[in-house]
């Protein structure tokens, strides 16, 4: 007797778990966006001694770090989603794999 091929209840479990995968990763990238820092009037204490030079470093640090957030939103976002559309595709391929054994119509 021949192995049986997984069917789509497999390749649903492997979804499912990816999807898991890209939610997690979405998180943790929520986590360093939080995470990133920004000077701002407080912290500048230590530049008060050379003005001009601080202000070009905050600027240039503020910058960097604007860019990175506005990144890390985006791929935040785009993790978010695709791991639901993911978790939906899973879940109709179980509904269809399940419907064709009983002989049914999706």
């Given at each position: 007797m021949a192995p049986q091929t997984p069917g789509y209840e497999v390749a649903a479990g492997h979804l499912e778990k990816f999807a898991g995968t890209a939610g997690d990763a979405g998180t943790e990238v929520q986590g360093a966006l939080d995470g990133t820092p920004r000077f701002e009037g407080w912290n500048l204490a230590p530049l008060a001694g050379v003005p001009l030079v601080g202000l070009l470093f905050v600027n240039r640090l503020n910058a960097v770090a604007d860019t990175w957030a506005a990144g890390a939103r985006v791929l935040r976002e785009t993790l978010a989603s695709d791991s639901e559309r993911l978790v939906r595709v899973?879940?109709?391929?179980?509904?269809?794999?399940?419907?064709?054994?009983?002989?049914?119509?999706?």
């Open positions: 899973a879940a109709t391929y179980v509904q269809v794999e399940r419907a064709n054994a009983a002989g049914g119509k999706p």
